[in-house]
């Protein structure tokens, strides 16, 4: 499987938006118009200016969402609390030279509030089959961004990575694009069409296959959909194709079970 690695929303941009070469022969659904029940927009252009400016629409959406997840940011870690004693495991040579018997230091662990700027990824796979409904996109963004956003909230540096996998009998390829590093705000404004739009998939990446994969790898579609796994226990994968996001209560309910294994 060949991987595609973009390290920026910009790149992702510039690379869709580039002309197809002269002569091309191949798949060209990014551009096709009179699709706004499949893709949400009817052509290239309106994709790419909602990208671009924003989606008012899903930053509507995702606020009216937010006021259903139930996380107070209680979430704890260890943090070393300095304890003075006759003996321990190292000297304060400040208080022995005062003439303090307790002065032996070791640490204790307590609980804290603080999270230490601990960096959480969570992987966004938007990928997934044309018999998923455009509804169904809103819904797998507005859980992700309200998972960074509560994570954010209580302590959390969180990365955010788009990915799409893409099987076919001539050609295996992954798509992954940085949409948020862990030391960048979460603008939920700007990220609302890239995780919530079903043309982020089903316009900007259509584009990028057809520029990526040489035509004559190029089948009659764009391959099968292959859900991303987690690369390690900690890492938080959403993915379209999953079964909890039919409907709005399920997608709620998903979130807050997310959310509870940060939660003391």
Request: hydrophobic share 35%; net charge negative; glycine share 6%.
């Amino acid at each position: 499987m060949k991987t595609f690695y973009y390290d920026s929303i910009n790149a992702f941009v510039s690379r869709a938006s580039q002309p197809l070469p002269e002569g091309y022969k191949g798949l060209k659904g990014s551009r096709e118009e009179g699709t706004r029940a499949f893709t949400g927009t009817d052509n290239f252009e309106e994709a790419r200016k909602l990208a671009t400016e924003g989606w008012s629409a899903g930053r509507k959406r995702l606020l009216e969402s937010q006021k259903e997840i139930n996380f107070a940011g209680s979430c704890k870690s260890l943090d070393p609390a300095p304890f003075f004693d006759v003996a321990g495991d190292e000297c304060d040579v400040a208080r022995f030279l005062e003439g303090e018997p307790e002065n032996m230091l070791e640490y204790h662990f307590d609980y804290t509030d603080k999270q230490a700027n601990k960096v959480q990824k969570i992987t966004l796979d938007i990928c997934a089959s044309g018999s998923v409904p455009s509804d169904v996109f809103p819904r797998v963004g507005a859980c992700m961004l309200m998972i960074a956003d509560a994570l954010e909230g209580a302590g959390y540096r969180v990365e955010i990575e788009v990915v799409q996998t893409s099987s076919g009998s001539k050609f295996d390829g992954q798509w992954k694009t940085l949409l948020k590093p862990a030391d960048q705000p979460l603008d939920l404004n700007s990220l609302a069409f890239w995780s919530m739009h079903p043309s982020a998939l089903r316009r900007f990446w259509f584009a990028l296959y057809e520029r990526d994969v040489p035509a004559s790898k190029q089948s009659s579609g764009y391959g099968s959909a292959t859900r991303m796994k987690a690369e390690s226990d900690d890492e938080i994968v959403i993915c379209v194709q999953d079964d909890h996001f039919c409907d709005d209560l399920t997608t709620l309910n998903h979130c807050n079970e997310v959310l509870a294994r940060f939660n003391d």
